[in-house]
């Protein structure tokens, strides 16, 4: 009876076995089919294909048919080719291409190596099967986590073991902004775990720091959860309730609406700066249209890239409330112990020009939409043993700060 009983239960052991292999085969083909359905959501049929030196697939994507245009309120939307006003006046094209007296080190974006895409298409960086397996979810990729804002007003210890999120930043609020202004070194900073991430930007952000946060954001990253490596790359992101429900980096759902067919959102940038050696920096400008309402970015002196519309916003629909500049990184370190994720070059900013990372030149858009000095510029850090900011003026480099650090040292265990 004893054997009768073992055989018994090994074959119902058996049985659970193949039954749980089974729902594991179910999931992971339910899994494989929900990815496949989002990347064919993502990869809009190309008109022509450029592979990057770094593997990144570039397709150059027709204007009217990247992934904003599957948003129900752009059905109809009619392209807007270019702003009706740029900062201090009526948009002119010959003005926004003007070469300024003193070219610092110029930048690309590695696919440029590899060709071209054609007039009236945009550039999309491809989305892999893998890019989405690296996402905690389908659904969660291409966004950010939630609670992931500095937030002066509270500078509060506990906000760093809640969020793992950590900045050093400068801002201005108490005012309305209609957009702002900065030049960013450029850095690739290393980053400890794969899923934390390093990364420079302004950020333009209306309402509360609650459930209904409105935020437009640009700079460079390293995130190797979201692009599988470590190169610094070009991003933007934005959120109409704090990173809840909507919004996305780059073009990984829609919203932003692309024009340019020179930059590539979610590109590596090159080259980059280096210790003691050549800098290199790029310039960003987000600002909101006053006649169409629509907030608009231009990268460098040459692109304006396009714009985000004013309908996605609640807040931002009129002006920002806030305008911050500066570092984030994640540390995802457990029981009070830092990551050694680097925030800019990885130096703190005492170290100064070719050691530490800055950001010169911060300007605001005031209601007549001309970009001004920052008033009262305050500054924001959790922890500067592990990150700090530093801010000056002069003539040559307008208002600036100096920002970063190597997260965990002596000072930051």
Known sequence: MGRMKRVLLAFLWLSGLISLSCAARLSASRQKLEVQKHLKRLNKPAVKSIESPDGDIIDCVHMAHQPAFDHPFLKDHKIQMRPSYHPEGLFDENKVSEKPKERTNSITQLWHLNGKCPEGTIPIR????????????????????????????????????????????????????????????????????????????????????????????????????????????????????????????????????????????????????????SQYDISILVWKDPKEGHWWMQFGNDYVLGYWPSFLFSYLADSASMIEWGGEVVNSEPDGHHTSTQMGSGHFPEEGFGKSSYFRNIQVVDGSNNLKA????????????????????????????????????????
Request: aromatic fraction near 12%; charged fraction near 20%.
């Open 126 to 277: 491809r989305t892999k099967q893998e890019d989405v397996l690296r996402a905690s979810s389908v659904k969660r990729y291409g966004r950010k986590k939630h609670r992931a804002i500095p937030k002066p007003r509270s500078a509060d210890p506990d906000l760093v073991n809640e969020s793992g999120h950590q900045h050093a930043i400068a801002y201005v609020e108490g005012d309305k902004y209609y957009g702002a202004k900065a030049t960013i070194n450029v850095w690739e900073p290393k980053i400890q775990q794969p899923n934390e991430f390093s990364l420079s930007q302004l950020w333009i952000l209306g309402g509360s720091f609650g459930e209904d946060l409105n935020s437009i954001e640009a700079g460079w990253q390293v995130s190797p959860d979201l692009y599988g490596d470590n190169n610094t790359r070009l991003f933007t992101y934005w959120t109409s309730d704090a990173y809840q429900a909507t919004g996305c980096y780059n073009l990984l759902c829609s919203g932003f609406i692309q024009i340019n067919s020179e930059i590539a959102m979610g590109a590596s940038i090159s080259p980059v700066s280096a210790y003691r050696n």
């Open 374 to 413: 920052p008033k009262g510029l305050g500054t924001f850090t959790e922890q500067s043993n592990c990150y700090d900011v530093q801010i000056g003026s002069n003539g040559d480099w307008g208002h600036y700060f100096y920002y970063g650090g190597p997260g965990k040292n002596a000072n930051c265990p």
